[in-house]
């Protein structure tokens, strides 16, 4: 299936005063890669290797990125006789189109310019291409293909540090629950959609709060819970630590290093 990476965005949050701190979000670097390539992986394990990379903000340096990939970056070789002998290889099978979908495109905008490149599949795959995962892809496709719904939403637990407090009329706390142990889930950025999710977007809407709302109001929006590793990369610290995750070498989202 055909993969649509959302990389237009500026990350706002993402900015920091750290080397490569004007980067689009999904340049950010994990370890020797950045966040879309991790991302990319994680689909190529499952076989998904046909990439549509929708670009806005810092497009050059997604564009270079690949003009200029190194496989030795993340592979061994041999190096013999001055000529390199890959031991192994990331990206050599996969197909990869870079389309500029627009500086400031909402991400559903992103998504209907992405569309001729979609081609007659009925299913494609999204991916906001800044979260780390190690949901079962083949589950949540088949679960989908076995549905009538239009798009679906992985959904996990929220995973912000604040408390929910029960506080009665008078005033005094009743209870004290960490959000994250409560009956809620959030957007976790994975989706599987059909085409006909594109009736439901109009020009410069939003993928969720258009198209995924639309569905859901008829019916045709399906949620996977998802309770295991995921991980945003929203902010500088969130980046930060999962690159501190590489580097002791806890990789629950690298499934293909299993």
């Not at 639309?214 to 969130?238: C, F, I, M």
Request: negative net charge; glycine residues 10%.
């Amino acid at each position: 299936m055909k993969v649509v990476l959302f990389c237009g965005g500026r990350g706002s949050r993402m900015r920091s005063d750290l080397p490569g701190g004007d980067m689009p979000k999904p340049m950010q670097l994990v370890g020797p890669r950045p966040l879309v390539w991790h991302v990319m992986r994680y689909y190529a394990h499952f076989g998904h290797k046909e990439f549509i990379l929708c670009l806005g903000y810092g497009a050059q340096h997604i564009k270079d990125f690949f003009l200029t990939y190194q496989e030795t970056g993340s592979n061994d070789f041999v190096l013999r006789d001055g000529k390199i002998e890959l031991l192994s290889t990331d990206i050599s099978d996969w197909q990869v189109s870079l389309i500029d979908t627009g500086l400031d495109s909402p991400i559903g905008e992103r998504l209907r310019r992405a569309r001729p490149y979609l081609g007659g599949d009925e299913m494609f795959l999204a991916n906001y291409a800044d979260v780390l995962t190690d949901a079962p892809l083949p589950d949540i496709i088949e679960r989908f293909a076995a549905s009538e719904a239009g798009a679906s939403m992985m959904v996990v637990p929220p995973t912000n540090t604040f408390h929910v407090i029960d506080v009665s009329e008078g005033g005094l706390v009743g209870g004290i629950t960490p959000v994250s142990q409560m009956p809620l889930w959030v957007n976790g950025g994975f989706f599987v959609l059909r085409q006909d999710v594109f009736d439901h977007i109009p020009e410069n809407g939003d993928l969720v709060a258009d198209g995924c709302a639309e569905l859901a109001k008829r019916g045709r929006l399906l949620a996977y819970p998802h309770r295991g590793y995921w991980r945003p990369s929203d902010t500088v610290n969130q980046r930060l630590e999962l690159d501190r995750s590489w580097a002791r070498g806890e990789r629950p989202w690298a499934l293909w290093e299993a």
